[in-house]
T-cell receptor, first 113, second 112 residues
Framework: NAGVMQNPRHLVRRRGQEARLRCSPM?????VYWYRQLPEEGLKFMVY????????ESGMPKERFSAEFPKEGPSILRIQQVVRGDSAAYFC???????????FGPGTRLLVL | QKEVEQDPGPLSVPEGAIVSLNCTYS??????FMWYRQYSRKGPELLMY????GNKEDGRFTAQVDKSSKYISLFIRDSQPSDSATYLC????????????FGEGTQLTVNP
């Protein structure tokens, strides 16, 4: 039973480019969460999605960041016009429903040059 | 003030020692408490999941929650070098979504 899958595992972008991070939840899970881990800091919640719906985006920066979880395919976290401060590890987690345990993927490490 | 406080360490112990990791929190609305282990350059892995106050044991790991003191602990008995990792406490409210609020993490090294 495959766990949460994220790709790419490493992503290098130049300032001003776009970054697209993908997350495939565990089989049977329809709830997806994105967290960001900045260097020397803990994980910070960004957004919570259920299929085709954004449930809670209170942790998402107001500009340049967006997320989606379409009916078919993986969840996408999109960062437009990246800046150096976006360099971080981005983790996706999934759960069967909102009350159950969240299982994390291996993360995507974004480096902005 | 952070909602969840966790001493980042680093904490270094000899193999076989009992390790105590702790978090305090300020928001009494937290009802679910978790401990995750994160190896370097990997994703967090769930170790323990508890609801409200009390103790929970799983092998060498024991989680304690004291809601009256807003204090949670993770104990590791007979620690092994393979336990060397960062340990993150996490909490969740009963309602208003499913976001986890994490502590900063404690870096643990178990020396052989």
């Amino acid at each position: 039973n495959a766990g949460v899958m994220q790709n790419p595992r490493h992503l290098v972008r130049r300032r001003g480019q776009e970054a697209r991070l993908r997350c495939s939840p565990m089989k049977g899970h329809s709830h997806v969460y994105w967290y960001r881990q900045l260097p020397e800091e803990g994980l910070k919640f960004m957004v919570y999605l259920q299929k085709e719906n954004i449930i809670d985006e209170s942790g998402m920066p107001k500009e340049r960041f967006s997320a989606e979880f379409p009916k078919e395919g993986p969840s996408i976290l999109r960062i437009q016009q990246v800046v150096r401060g976006d360099s971080a590890a981005y983790f996706c987690a999934s759960s069967r429903d909102r009350r159950e345990t969240q299982y994390f993927g291996p993360g995507t490490r974004l480096l902005v040059l | 003030q952070k909602e969840v406080e966790q001493d980042p360490g680093p904490l270094s112990v000899p193999e076989g020692a009992i390790v105590s990791l702790n978090c305090t929190y300020s928001n009494s609305a937290f009802q679910y408490f978790m401990w995750y282990r994160q190896y370097s350059r990997k994703g967090p892995e769930l170790l323990m999941y508890t609801y409200s106050s009390g103790n929970k044991e799983d092998g060498r790991f024991t989680a304690q929650v004291d809601k009256s003191s807003k204090y949670i602990s993770l104990f590791i008995r007979d620690s092994q070098p393979s336990d060397s990792a960062t340990y993150l406490c996490a909490m969740k409210r009963e309602t208003s979504g499913s976001r986890l609020t994490f502590g900063e993490g404690t870096q643990l090294t178990v020396n052989p």
